[in-house]
């Protein structure tokens, strides 16, 4: 787990002690248990805790219950919690969610909430989830999840929040459509009667009727106010003289009536409660090293049974918080009071959280106390922990809270903000910690050449010394990182190399990320053995060390590395190789599954598969997005554009090239097939040539630049272009260029042994010798790559070429061009998908399948602005119904989203 | 907040003056950073100072929030000295 579940925030505070039953408002929560949402949104002190935990502990249906806290903030935080709250009275939900969090960072909420949701679609029995103080969020991701979450419910769900402000949900639209259930200031507050029996069972006194309606017009009901002035009244004399007294007041109640109370309570008491103030969970051991005091313990019991303003916090009483209304009251009087005492109590705080394992809480107390070495010295030890639970985002939020001057003193903490900056892909302020980290080695360095002032001037810069040790190396690391991040290959591979002699052998992630990093410069810069050898050395080290799933997901570029080589059967075994690691060590999904069943997809769609392509995209799509990396939705899209390409669907093709674009986020892999280019080929396929102009000018491509590997797919592209410009305005220079660029890519794929770039250069010159004429010179090359195609079972990339490559086969075949057998096969393929490979076949054909009369009413509604809901609301059928309704005419229709069937229909003219 | 830092924020700072319901006692002053705080007659209390920004405002407000305090009117006002 990368977050420690905490189980007192998941207890339900069910009240202990004289609480007034309030039948009138359990009543309308049980009512509302119809509805989707309960909120209780009511300010501070109107007893909403109470009144659901009541409510909660009587409730006939299970109930989870989150108590949320400012950390919650972090959506990964709170929705670990929100998942173990289920899970504690719904066993069988949460295990995928749980991994999905395990194995990424920061999973895409809403599919790990659709896992959720369908997990609990399937429980036999009904229940409730709690959000209480849902104000402390202030995140709109966590405000859309719970819309999302809302808008999915299953009907075995009710949601419950309770919170100071109304949440930023669509209220009118909810209670418009009868979804709510509400519960504000003016339900909350007591009524004479509930009022008449609190105070009776609170002093164990009867007051007048008079006294009763003073109390009730100075508070107004609010209870924190009533609660407060009973506690002011227990044990007094003379209560009439004090009601009087405290209802001509016009002071804020909390301040008139908690000076009241703290006055008369003994001083040690009071210095308690006002030291604990800071502590925002009570432990009686805790308590007793901020207070100094012993039997913490006993005063927090004793403060529940007086009615004290505590919280329960689990079953066994051992922690509890304020009241978070009294807590900031206390609070206000520490500092009033006691200024100067407040950090040394943070930093006791510290020690004891230190002591007793919480890193976290120890780290939050020393930066509260403002004893910020004590806190770097914590963090500093915190680093490796939270770097391999993936809590880089944690980590960075301690950094930025040190000042600066202290962070760039310390070498191994400058490291770790490095790193952490890298992993976030930022590449701003890198150098400049690396080299903080620098300056501090050299100055201990001198330090140790001059034993002399090394006494004098012993200033601790580190305390994690097996790390200080290393840091040479993962300083090259890191530089090394970021020199291939931007674009300095050269550097990158220097400082890989440095890695390598620096570190020790059994440093397994390092070496190995290092032999990677070599491995992806070498893949720059063209040289692909050397960079699957580099490669492959780094992903056994990274395995090696335990870190199988960045072993599987090295596989994608492995295997990208084969596909360029042209070895497509390797490369389907390194899929293989990397879906049966994600077996042996999954449980239940390894990160990367999803990957590998992407890259077996792409070989299968080459193969002409397009069946078994397309089953294996929508497998890795079950698998979901959280088990494939931060590339995967990018790889996806690109495979699902060329299967859509591959069945002459070039709109859906370009619809999902659009999506991996959105999705494409840079990485340290070469983008040797940038998204606009595979954009232009498409748009040159469908004889768009304007747009496809304004890319290569865009791009800067002509047919005189100078070649790289880096650009050779821009420019092979770039070819395809020319062609079909010489096809349409037919002057011949256009001819002519292409086939010069031709010759010169082929020479250069060739050169660096790029097979799988090589044919399709072939082809490519084939067709332009074909245009000109030249049926010798274009069956020459036709030959050259039929050969080099045929062991590895190429189709594909002859067969999307499209009719000018049947008429070429056809003559080769004449001719009995070898390898005769695969021309045969080859042409067979044209005929199996005959009057598909026109440019825009799509539009000719009408749907294999018809539409059902229902599903039509659907294809309407999509064509609407209408959200999914509405559209279910609108045809009265439940969210899963319309979804299997779109599912299905999605099908019949070869798209994968609401635009591209619009779209589609309107092709077609099916409506 | 220093007083150094106070003095090359206030520039750009924009004046606001809270009303609450209720007497509020001094010791708050602290709690709502560099605000000054009046009680006045008609029982409210009035909270007067520099805002550094809406995220300021709206972090000031919700601590009126959290102590259940009464908003009466929040007013945008020109810098005492202007006037």
């Known amino acids: 787990m990368n977050i420690p579940v905490l189980a007192s925030k998941l207890y339900i505070p069910v009240p202990r002690t004289k609480v007034v039953f309030r039948p009138r408002l359990i009543e309308r929560m049980n009512e509302g248990l119809e509805r989707k949402l309960t909120l209780v949104s009511a300010s501070a002190g109107f007893g909403k805790t109470t009144l659901v935990g009541q409510w909660a502990d009587g409730c006939d249906r299970a109930v989870a219950w989150l108590s949320l806290d400012e950390r919650d903030n972090d959506s990964t935080r709170f929705f670990l919690h929100l998942i173990a709250a289920v899970q504690s009275i719904a066993e069988s939900v949460g295990k995928s969610a749980f991994t999905a969090f395990e194995s990424s960072q920061s999973p895409p909420i809403e599919s790990v909430l659709t896992v959720l949701l369908n997990e609990i679609s399937a429980l036999q029995f009904k229940i409730v989830l709690v959000l209480d103080d849902y104000h402390l969020i202030d995140s709109e991701r966590i405000d859309d999840a719970l819309l999302f979450l809302l ?76 609660q407060l002035a009973a506690l002011s009244m227990q044990g007094r004399e003379d209560i009439p003289a004090f009601i009087r007294a405290f209802s001509g007041d016009n002071r804020y109640i909390v301040d008139y009536l908690a000076e009241e109370v703290l006055q008369r309570q003994p001083e040690p008491i009071r210095r308690f409660l006002l030291q604990t103030s800071i502590l925002d969970r009570l432990h009686g051991p805790l308590c007793d090293a901020v207070t100094g005091q012993a039997e913490g313990n006993v005063r927090l019991s004793d403060l529940e049974k007086g009615n004290f303003f505590i919280v329960p916090l689990d079953d066994r009483r051992q922690w509890y918080r304020y009241h978070h209304l009294f807590a900031d009251v206390l609070s206000a009087h520490l500092k009033a009071e006691q200024p100067d005492q407040i950090g040394s109590l943070h930093r006791r705080a510290s020690i004891w ?85 620098e300056s501090g080695l050299e100055s201990t360095a001198e330090l140790h050449e001059r034993p002399d002032i090394r006494s004098a001037s012993a200033v601790k810069i580190f305390v994690d010394e097996a790390e200080y040790r290393r840091l040479p ?128 997809g792409e070989i299968h769609r080459e193969r002409n598969d397009l069946q078994t392509a397309m089953q294996l995209l929508l497998k890795s799509e079950e698998q979901g997005e959280h088990t494939g990396f931060p590339q995967y939705r990018y790889r996806w899209h690109v495979a699902m554009a060329r299967i859509r390409e591959a069945q002459g669907d070039l709109l859906s093709a370009l619809d999902h090239l659009d999506e991996a674009e959105r999705f494409y986020v840079g990485d340290l892999f070469p983008n040797v097939r940038p998204v606009a280019a595979m954009r232009a080929k498409v748009l040159i396929a469908q004889g768009k040539l304007r747009e496809a102009l304004e890319w290569a000018r865009a791009h800067g491509l002509t047919a005189r630049d100078e070649l790289s590997y880096l650009r050779e797919f821009e420019h092979i592209t770039l070819a395809r272009l020319l062609l079909a410009r010489f096809r349409s305005d037919r002057e011949h220079s256009f001819l002519q260029e292409a086939i010069g660029l031709l010759e010169r890519l082929r ?165 | 907040m220093s007083e150094t830092q106070r ?41 007067y100072g520099p805002v550094a920004d809406q995220a300021a405002l709206h972090g000031m407000l919700r601590k009126t929030r959290d102590l259940g305090l009464a908003l009466v009117s929040v007013i945008q006002k020109k810098k005492e000295t202007n006037l």
């Open chain 1, 473 to 600: 190396g993962s300083i090259a690391m890191y530089r090394s990182a970021l020199a291939l991040m931007t674009g300095h290959v050269i550097d990158a591979m220097n400082y890989a190399r440095l890695v390598l002699n620096l570190m020790p052998k059994e440093a397994y992630l390092k070496r190995g990320a290092a032999s990677a990093l070599l491995g992806l410069t070498s893949w720059t810069s063209g040289s692909l053995d050397e960079a699957y050898r580099l490669f492959a050395d780094g992903m056994a080290d990274v395995q090696q060390g335990g870190y199988i799933s960045d072993a599987i997901g090295g596989t994608n570029a492995l295997a990208d590395i084969r596909i360029v080589q042209g070895r497509l059967r390797q490369a389907m075994s390194l899929y293989e190789r990397g879906l049966q690691l994600s077996i042996e060590y999954g449980d239940p999904v390894m990160r990367g599954t999803a990957d590998m069943y992407v890259g077996m």
């Open chain 2, 7 to 47: 003095s090359t924020e206030s520039r750009h700072d924009e004046y606001y003056e809270i009303r609450i319901k209720g007497h509020l006692d001094a010791r708050w002053a602290d709690w709502f950073e560099g605000m000054s705080l009046t009680r006045e007659g008609d029982g409210t209390t009035v909270l």
């Open chain 1, 353 to 437: 959280y230190e002591r007793n394992g919480s890193a976290d809480d120890a780290i939050r107390h020393a930066l509260a106390a403002k004893d910020f070495t004590r806190a770097a010295d914590l963090i500093e030890q915190a680093c490796p922990t939270m770097a391999k639970l993936r809590q880089e985002a944690t980590l960075l939020r301690w950094l930025k809270a040190l000042p600066d001057e202290l962070v760039r003193r310390r070498p191994v903490l400058s490291v770790w903000y490095a790193g952490a900056l890298l992993t976030f892909g930022k590449s701003e302020g890198v150098e400049e910690r690396l080299r903080d980290a």
């Open chain 1, 747 to 911: 020479q250069a794929a060739e050169e660096g042994e790029r097979t799988g770039s090589a044919i399709e250069i072939m082809i490519v010159t084939a067709l332009a010798h074909q245009m000109n004429g030249d049926t010798p010179a274009a069956l020459g090359s036709l030959e050259r790559a039929l050969t080099l195609a045929e062991p590895e079972g190429y189709f594909r990339i002859f067969v999307d070429e499209g009719q000018p490559m049947e008429v070429l086969l056809g003559a080769a075949s004449k001719k009995g061009l070898a390898p005769k057998e695969y021309v045969g096969r080859l042409l067979e393929a044209f005929v199996r998908i005959e009057g598909k490979t026109s440019a825009q076949p799509a539009a000719n054909h009408s749907l294999l399948e018809p539409l059902s009369e229902r599903e039509r009413d659907v294809l309407r509604m999509l064509r609407t602005e209408l959200s999914g809901p509405d559209i279910a609301r609108e045809l009265m059928v439940s969210l899963n119904t319309l979804r299997t309704h779109t599912r299905r005419i999605y099908d019949k229709l070869g798209v994968n989203n609401r635009r591209a069937a619009v779209r589609r229909s309107e092709e077609l003219d099916l409506l």
């Open chain 1, 151 to 226: 808008e999915h419910l299953p009907p075995q769900m009710h949601l419950v929040i309770a919170t100071r402000e109304d949440p930023q949900l669509p209220l009118g639209r909810l209670r418009a459509r009868g979804h709510l259930t509400e519960l504000r200031d003016i339900d909350l507050r007591f009524t004479p009667e509930e009022a008449a029996a609190f105070l009776h069972q609170a002093i164990g006194v009867d007051l007048t009727a008079d006294e009763r309606v003073a109390l009730e017009s100075r508070t107004e009901g609010w209870i924190a106010g009533l």
